[in-house]
C-alpha cells in the first residue's frame, strides 16, 4: 500500500456567530494516501466544503479549529499561517467550482502559469516553466497553440480544465478539488472525471473529491467518506459501501439518486440540521427510518462493519454500550412535508 | 424512506395539440465594434432557436433535452412570448401567438405560465411569500380583494405542500430552504389555473435529496389540475422519470424527437447515444466512461457546416458536413499530445493558422516562410498515419500541393433533415437513405480513383 500522505484527526471547525457557533466540521478523522482518491459527499450545509477549506487554511477570521491535520511531518492547524501559505499549491492543491471566476480576464493563460511557477519555483529557468505549463496543459487536452490567449476564449470546460492544469503544474501531494464539474455540462463532466481519474495513476496525487453527486464517487473514486451535519458517518471503499451501506443515511442518499436505472422516485424526508444546534446523540435520528431509542439518547460509536469499512451507527452496536431497551424503535414526532432541504 | 410510482400517464389522443410549433427560429443579433457599425456591417446573430417543430397534445409532458448552448432556454421563453421569435409560428389552441404584442400575450400568460431554474432568483427577496405567491392575482385582476386573494393563496401554498400555509405566507424568502422556495415558485405559477407549465430545470439547484420530493409535486400537480408540461433540463435522467416525450437539441435544433421509452432504450442519434453514456451512474463497478465525444459544444454564432455535431461525432462519414475548422481541431489535438519540442518543430513550418478559422468546404495551409509546402504536406501526412479511422479523412476529397501550399478539398456536406425512424423523429444522416447513397456514391468515385489508370477505362 501506498504512503498515507494526509491524516485527519478528530478535525472541528467552528465558525463563529452573533450567537452560538457554527459547528460545520466535528470531530472528523480520515486518511488519504498517495495516488488514491476520496471521495466525500454529503447534502448542502453537511460541511464538506468547509473541511476541504480547512485542510487548505482558508477558512475566513473568526473561525476556529481542533484536532489535527498531518502533511508529512507537520499538523497543519500547528504551524505558522505563513507556512501553510508556502504549502499552499506546491503540496496542497486546489481546484474549485466555479472556473468562469477564477482566472484572471486581463492576462493570458501563460501569465496565469508563468506567475504560479515564478512564485513557488523561482528557480527553473523560463524555459523550463513554458514546458512545464504546456505538458500541464496538455495532460488537460488544451493545446499548446491557445498558450497566449485570454480566459474568455476559452469555454467552461476549458477553463475548468485550465484551473486543474494550474493546480498540477506544481505537482501537489494533495488536491482538493470542490465540486469541480458542477457548473459543467455532462459530457464534458465525464470528460473531466475521466482526467482526474488519470490523474491517480499518472501524477501519485492524493485527491480529495467533494462532492454532492454520489454517481460521481462511483465512477471516479476509491474510497468514500459520507458526511452528515459536520461527522463522517460512513466510510470505507467505494465498492463497499455502494454495495452494502451501512449507515441508513447512506443508504437513504444512495435511495434518492435519480439515475437512469430508477424505478422509484425517492427521498430523506426532513432537512438536514442546524450545524448551531445540531440533534442530540445522533444527529440523523430524526430522520431515520431506523431510529431506536439510544439513537436520541447517547452518541453513536464508530465501528468497523469490515475491512477498512467503518459507520457511526447504532445499528451497528456496540451491542454492549446500548443500554437495556435501547433497541427499541423510537418514537418520532412525524416530519412535515415540506421540512425540506 | 418514501417510495412512490409513478403512474403512467399517456397523452390523450383524437384531440388537437394544445401548442403547435412549426419551425420557430429565435435569433440574438449581436452588437459588432463600433467600426463595424460605422462601416453598416451586420455583426451576425446567434440563431438560439433554429427550425424546431413540435406538437404538444394536452396532458402531455414533453422533455426538452440539451447542453448549455442547445437553445433549449431560449425555446421556452420564446414559446412564452419573453424573447421574440424571429420566424416560425406557434399555435395555442389553434391561435397563432407568434409577433402578439405585450398587451396582447399578456391574458396568455394565465394559461401558460413558467418555473425557472434558480428559486432563490424566482423570489422578489422584499416580498412575502404570501405576496409573491399572489401577486400573479393582482397583476392579471383575477382576485381583488384581500380575503380573496388570501384565500386563493392560501389554496395554492397547502396544494405544493408547504401547509400550514399561514405559517409560510408572512416568511421572507430567505428564510426558506431551496426546496421550500421553488415549491412556492411553483405556487405561483399555478395560482391562475394555467394550462401550460414550461418548467426549466426546476430541479438542477436543488440538493439530490429533494429533487425527488419537487418532481413528485411536479406530477401530483399534474394530475390534480390537468397540467401539461415542458420539461426543460440537460439531466436525461429525470426526464426519464417525468416525460412522455423527449426532445434532443443539439446548437438550436431538434435532433431527435420521441416516445421516452424508445428514445432511452433505442437512442438512435449518436448525440442522444452519447448524452446517455455520459451520466455518472452511482454504480462503482462501472468506471467513467472513456469513448465520450471529443471537445464540447461549438460556438453559435458560427456553428459547424453540415450536421452541427460532425465535429464531435464518432459516427460521421463523408457527407457530414467536413471543413477547415475540423482540420485546425484535428492539428491541435495532435500537438497536444506530443512533447513540446516536437510540437515546436511541426508548428514553426506550418504558417498561420487563422485562416483555418473560417469556415470553408476547403482549406489552403501556408507553409511558414522559409519552409516548403513538402514540409506542411509530410505533417498532413504524420497526421493522417497518425489516426487513420478518424471520421475526418473520410470528408477529405482531395489533398495535394497546390501553389506552394497544401490544399485540401471536402466532400459537399449536407445539412440533416427531418426523418422518421420508428415511432421517433431525427436529424442524422445516420438514417437518411439521400445521405447514405451520396456518401456510397462518393465512396465509389474514390474506388474508381484509386485504381490504375490502366485498370480505369475497362471498369465500366
Known amino acids: ?341 | 424512506m418514501e417510495a412512490v410510482t409513478v403512474p403512467e400517464v399517456q397523452p390523450r389522443s383524437g384531440e388537437d395539440a394544445l401548442l403547435e410549433v412549426r419551425d420557430l427560429r429565435t435569433r440574438f443579433s449581436l452588437r459588432g465594434s463600433f467600426f463595424d457599425r460605422l462601416r453598416g456591417r451586420e455583426a451576425g446573430s446567434v440563431k438560439a432557436v433554429d427550425g424546431v417543430s413540435f406538437s404538444l397534445q394536452r396532458g402531455e409532458v414533453l422533455g426538452v433535452v440539451g447542453e448549455s448552448g442547445s437553445g433549449k432556454t431560449t425555446l421556452g421563453r420564446t414559446l412564452l412570448g419573453l424573447a421574440a421569435a424571429t420566424d416560425g409560428s406557434i399555435k395555442f389552441e389553434g391561435h397563432e401567438i407568434t409577433g402578439l404584442s405585450e398587451n396582447a400575450f399578456r391574458p396568455l400568460r394565465r394559461r401558460l405560465q413558467i418555473v425557472f431554474q434558480d428559486p432563490h432568483a424566482s423570489l422578489n427577496p422584499a416580498m412575502t411569500i404570501g405576496e409573491s405567491v399572489g401577486h400573479p392575482l393582482k397583476i392579471h385582476g383575477v382576485a381583488r380583494t384581500r380575503e380573496e386573494i388570501e384565500s386563493r393563496v392560501v389554496e395554492a401554498l397547502e396544494r405544493v405542500g408547504l401547509a400550514p400555509a399561514q405559517q409560510y405566507m408572512v416568511k421572507y424568502p430567505t428564510d426558506l430552504s431551496g426546496g421550500q422556495k421553488q415549491r412556492a415558485v411553483l405556487a405561483r405559477a399555478i395560482i391562475l389555473g394555467p394550462d401550460i407549465l414550461i418548467a426549466d430545470e426546476p430541479v438542477s439547484m436543488l440538493d439530490m435529496s429533494v429533487r425527488a420530493k419537487i418532481l413528485e409535486l411536479m406530477i401530483d400537480l399534474k394530475r390534480e389540475l390537468d397540467l401539461t408540461y415542458v420539461y426543460i433540463t440537460h439531466d436525461l435522467a429525470t426526464a426519464k422519470f417525468f416525460c412522455d416525450r423527449i426532445a434532443i437539441m443539439y446548437l438550436g435544433k431538434i435532433v431527435e424527437i420521441g416516445p421516452a421509452k424508445e428514445i432511452y432504450a433505442d437512442p438512435k442519434h449518436p448525440y442522444t447515444v452519447s448524452l446517455l453514456k455520459a451520466i455518472p451512474e452511482p454504480d462503482p463497478t462501472r468506471t467513467v466512461p472513456r469513448d465520450l465525444p471529443r471537445g464540447e459544444v461549438p460556438d453559435a454564432v458560427t456553428p459547424p457546416l453540415g450536421c452541427s455535431f460532425h465535429p464531435r461525432c464518432p459516427r460521421a462519414f463523408e457527407v457530414c458536413g467536413w471543413e477547415s475548422r475540423d482540420l485546425r481541431a484535428l492539428l491541435e489535438a495532435r500537438w497536444t499530445r506530443m512533447p513540446e519540442a516536437e510540437y515546436r518543430a511541426e508548428r514553426e513550418v506550418i504558417g498561420s493558422l487563422e485562416s483555418l478559422d473560417e469556415p470553408a468546404m476547403s482549406a489552403v495551409v501556408e507553409p511558414a516562410s522559409g519552409h516548403s509546402a513538402g514540409e506542411v504536406l509530410e505533417i498532413v501526412d504524420r497526421l493522417r498515419a497518425d489516426a487513420p479511422d478518424d471520421p475526418f479523412w473520410t470528408g477529405v476529397a482531395d489533398l495535394a500541393e497546390r501553389d506552394g501550399a497544401v490544399a485540401i478539398r471536402f466532400h459537399d456536406g449536407l445539412d440533416p433533415r427531418d426523418v422518421e425512424s420508428g415511432q421517433s423523429r431525427l436529424q442524422c444522416h445516420l438514417y437518411d437513405p439521400d445521405a447514405l447513397a451520396a456518401a456510397e456514391a462518393v465512396r465509389d468515385e474514390r474506388r474508381s480513383n484509386d485504381r490504375p489508370p490502366s485498370d480505369r477505362g475497362m471498369a465500366d
Open chain 1, 1 to 341: 500500500m501506498s504512503e498515507v500522505v494526509l491524516d485527519v484527526r478528530e478535525l472541528r471547525a467552528w465558525y463563529g456567530t452573533e450567537g452560538d457557533p457554527v459547528r460545520a466540521v466535528d470531530g472528523v478523522s480520515f486518511e488519504i494516501r498517495s495516488g488514491e482518491t476520496l471521495g466525500l459527499v454529503g447534502e448542502s450545509g453537511c460541511g464538506k466544503s468547509t473541511l476541504g477549506r480547512t485542510i487548505l487554511g482558508l477558512l475566513p477570521e473568526g473561525s476556529a479549529t481542533s484536532g489535527e491535520i498531518r502533511y508529512r511531518d507537520r499538523n497543519l492547524l500547528a504551524v505558522s499561517p505563513k507556512e501553510v501559505r508556502s504549502l499552499r499549491g506546491p503540496d496542497l492543491g486546489l481546484i474549485f467550482q466555479e472556473p468562469m471566476t477564477r482566472l484572471d480576464p486581463l492576462v493570458t493563460i501563460e501569465h496565469h502559469f508563468m506567475e504560479t511557477l515564478n512564485a513557488h519555483e523561482p528557480d527553473l529557468s523560463h524555459r523550463e516553466k513554458r514546458t512545464r505549463s504546456l505538458e500541464a496543459l496538455a495532460a488537460m487536452g488544451i493545446p499548446p497553440t491557445r498558450f497566449k490567449q485570454y480566459p474568455h476564449e476559452f469555454s467552461g470546460g476549458m477553463r475548468q480544465r485550465i484551473m486543474i492544469a494550474l493546480a498540477l503544474v506544481l505537482n501537489p501531494k494533495v488536491l482538493v478539488a470542490d465540486e469541480p464539474t458542477t457548473a459543467l455540462d455532462v459530457i464534458v463532466e465525464g470528460q473531466i472525471l475521466g482526467i482526474l481519474a488519470d490523474l491517480r495513476r499518472n501524477f501519485d496525487t492524493a485527491l480529495l473529491l467533494i462532492t454532492h453527486n454520489l454517481g460521481i464517487v462511483a465512477e471516479a473514486c476509491d474510497r468514500v467518506a459520507v458526511m452528515y451535519a459536520g461527522r463522517i458517518v460512513e466510510q470505507g471503499g467505494a465498492r463497499n459501501v455502494f454495495a452494502e451501506p451501512a449507515h441508513p443515511y447512506t443508504r437513504a442518499l444512495l435511495d434518492s439518486i435519480i439515475s437512469l436505472g430508477t424505478t422509484g422516485l425517492k427521498y430523506i424526508p426532513g432537512a438536514p440540521p442546524s450545524l448551531i444546534d445540531p440533534p442530540p446523540a445522533c444527529r440523523f435520528h430524526p430522520r431515520c427510518p431506523n431510529a431506536m431509542e439510544v439513537c436520541a439518547a447517547k452518541f453513536p460509536i464508530q465501528v468497523d462493519v469490515a475491512e477498512g469499512h467503518s459507520t457511526e451507527c447504532w445499528l451497528h452496536g456496540p451491542q454492549e454500550e446500548i443500554p437495556p431497551g435501547g433497541d427499541q424503535p423510537l418514537e418520532r414526532e412525524e416530519i412535515a412535508i415540506a421540512e425540506e432541504a
